[in-house]
């Protein structure tokens, strides 16, 4: 944490900043390792940087931050005692128009916006946050077979989200790193196909998509597998998006482009007909967000450098019928890419055991 902060000041005085205050949860828990960061925020100036947080939070916050802790419920007046006049940086992509102007108000300091301030800084993970992640993308790999051991005809969606997540809170996880996807049937066709109370049925193909979180940080992975004899156009879809897929993985390097390496999987499910069936992009950053840089998409000109965690998740809907998507958690490395994710892809019947 003491890094974190020095690199940290060090960014801010390239931007012209002396004073700023931090408000977004994930950027509050990464300079201090507080767990409650949506009721805290961090005030950095030339002579020291602090926690602000209030009565509810005395013992957590002395166990927990790596920051001297102010508690006080009057964090506005902490702000303007401290700053001392002069100009505050704020995150302008975090804090809301009506907080803005209170706290000019309240501490007469004339704010300066900057977005994505850490960014440049969290976008490359450290050894900690690496191996952090690692055992978030062990506990869900541990998940998926768990929950592959229940999934049968007959089965609700929401069942088999309810028992991936007991698994990943009762083997050490926080909770989930967002909404379990448990996409069945038709419904595997929607990327975002959150667990219903749809039965499964024999026949169809099923997408599991999951992520544990553990020590604040998230994993992200996918799986589509048969639950019986499917159609052969399905197993067409599941084999263009596997090969597709593997593809990207293999192209992961440092100095690729986020486009370049989204024109890989983009180009292959074109090359196999699917083309118009990938309505994403190839796969993001991950971290304490679910969603972090860099981006892997037809417009993102972010470049992988080693330490980024980013998914390779490419896929293919066909609306009212079926979808397939299979994504990898990976970290970038000096010689290419790290898959994290261990879970068997290659295409899979749970009744058949094949």
Not at 48 to 70: F, N, W
Request: aromatic share 4%; glycine share 10%.
């Amino acid at each position: 944490m003491t890094a974190r902060l020095e690199r940290t000041r060090q960014h801010l005085a390239t931007l012209g900043v002396e004073r700023m205050l931090i408000t977004t949860p994930s950027n509050v828990r990464w300079l201090s390792g507080f767990t409650a960061p949506e009721d805290a925020r961090i005030l950095i100036n030339p002579t020291e940087a602090v926690l602000l947080t209030d009565g509810r939070y005395i013992a957590q916050a002395e166990e927990e931050s790596s920051l001297p802790a102010v508690i006080e419920r009057d964090w506005m007046g902490v702000v303007r005692d401290r700053a001392k006049g002069g100009a505050l940086g704020v995150e302008g992509d975090h804090l809301t128009m009506a907080t803005a102007r209170r706290l000019e108000q309240e501490t007469g300091l004339t704010l300066e916006p900057h977005d994505r301030v850490l960014e440049p800084l969290r976008i490359i993970k450290d050894a900690a946050e690496v191996d952090i992640i690692r055992r978030a993308a062990q506990l869900t790999d541990a998940a998926y077979a768990h929950v592959l051991t229940q999934l049968r005809p007959g089965v609700r969606e929401v069942d088999l989200a309810l028992a991936i997540e007991q698994y990943v809170r009762t083997h050490g996880g926080e909770g989930m790193a967002f909404d379990i996807i448990v996409a069945s049937g038709p419904r595997s066709a929607m990327p975002h196909g959150t667990a219903s109370g749809r039965t499964i049925e024999a026949g169809e193909l099923v997408t599991f998509d999951l992520g544990a979180k553990v020590d604040g940080y998230c994993a992200d992975m996918t799986r589509t597998v048969a639950v019986g004899p499917i159609s052969t156009e399905h197993r067409a879809i599941f084999d263009a998006v596997l090969e597709a897929q593997e593809r990207a993985v293999a192209a992961v390097r440092p100095g690729i482009s986020g486009i370049a390496l989204d024109a890989v999987a983009r180009d292959s499910l074109t090359e196999a007909g699917f083309g118009k069936a990938f309505s994403h992009s190839l796969g993001h950053g991950v971290g304490i967000d679910i969603h972090e840089a860099p981006g892997l998409s037809p417009k993102s000109e972010d470049v992988l450098e080693p330490g980024m965690m980013i998914t390779i998740e490419p896929g293919a809907y066909l609306p009212g019928d079926a979808g397939v998507r299979i994504e990898d958690l990976v970290l970038v490395t000096e010689q290419g890419g790290e898959v994290l994710s261990s879970s068997p892809k290659a295409f899979t019947d749970v009744l058949a055991g094949t």
